[in-house]
């Protein structure tokens, strides 16, 4: 079964990086995922696609501060130089036709 | 610009039907599938399904298999997802978004359901 785990939280300071974590099953170790961002009370929003290969491709108008990154089953998005608008929620999913979300990780900029 | 802009928030009795609307400009209708993903109060969000704009061929997740159904309207570039045979816990905001071969996005600005008798 394909399965999205992620951390319910993370915390890290204004100006700070913060390295978030999507794990795939095992199974499933070689898919590609998206990052979205859902800040409070809004809608989400697409940030990057990451690839196996460890490559990413971002989304229009999402600032260079947000990049992307994998190795082996794992999928990363790492924030730099925090902000505090970048207090959210972060959302992976699978790329593909076939869609499932992780469940989340709240990121809270100390 | 870009754009997809759903319908308006509707209430709903248990047993009833709704039917959410995604209207998209400013790209070629058919060349972009349309996925449909909602959230629960306070939830996650959670995948339902999709259809393609040019084929009208749609893909359900198996939770939501019997009970919707997507179709689109290419002459106004609108999808539209109907979920029936409602109940309380399917309150929530529904959510469609464009999908490419490489992208993905905008998001539209979700449309809230609630369900109460």
């Known amino acids: 079964q394909l399965v999205l785990t992620q951390s319910p939280s993370a915390s890290a300071s204004l100006g700070a990086s913060v390295k978030l974590t999507c794990t795939l099953s095992s199974a499933h170790s070689s898919y590609a995922i998206a990052w979205h961002q859902q800040q409070p009370g809004k809608g989400p929003r697409y940030l990057l696609k990451?690839?196996?290969?460890?490559?990413?491709n971002k989304g229009d108008g999402i600032p260079d501060r947000f990049s992307g990154s994998s190795s082996g089953a794992e999928r990363y998005l790492t924030i730099s130089s925090l902000q505090s608008e970048d207090e959210a929620d972060y959302y992976c999913?699978?790329?593909?036709?076939?869609?499932?979300f992780g469940g989340g990780t709240k990121l809270t900029v100390l | 610009q870009v754009q997809v802009v759903q319908s308006g928030g509707e209430v709903k009795k248990p047993g009833a039907s709704v039917t959410v609307s995604c209207r998209a400009s400013?790209?070629?209708?058919?060349?972009?599938?349309i996925h449909w993903v909602r959230q629960a109060p306070g939830q996650g969000l959670e995948w339902m399904g999709w259809?393609?704009?040019?084929?009208?061929?749609?893909d359900y997740a198996q939770k939501f298999q019997g009970r919707v159904t997507m179709t689109r309207d290419t002459s106004i570039s609108t999808a539209y997802m109907e979920l029936s045979r409602l109940r309380s816990d399917d309150t929530g905001i529904y959510y469609c978004v464009r999908v490419g071969s490489g992208t993905c996005g905008p998001w539209g600005q979700g449309t809230l359901v609630t369900v109460s008798s």
């Open positions: 400013g790209y070629i209708f058919t060349d972009y599938y």
């Open positions: 999913q699978t790329w593909g036709t076939l869609w499932v």
């Open positions: 990451v690839n196996s290969d460890d490559t990413h």
């Open positions: 259809i393609s704009p040019n084929s009208g061929g749609t």
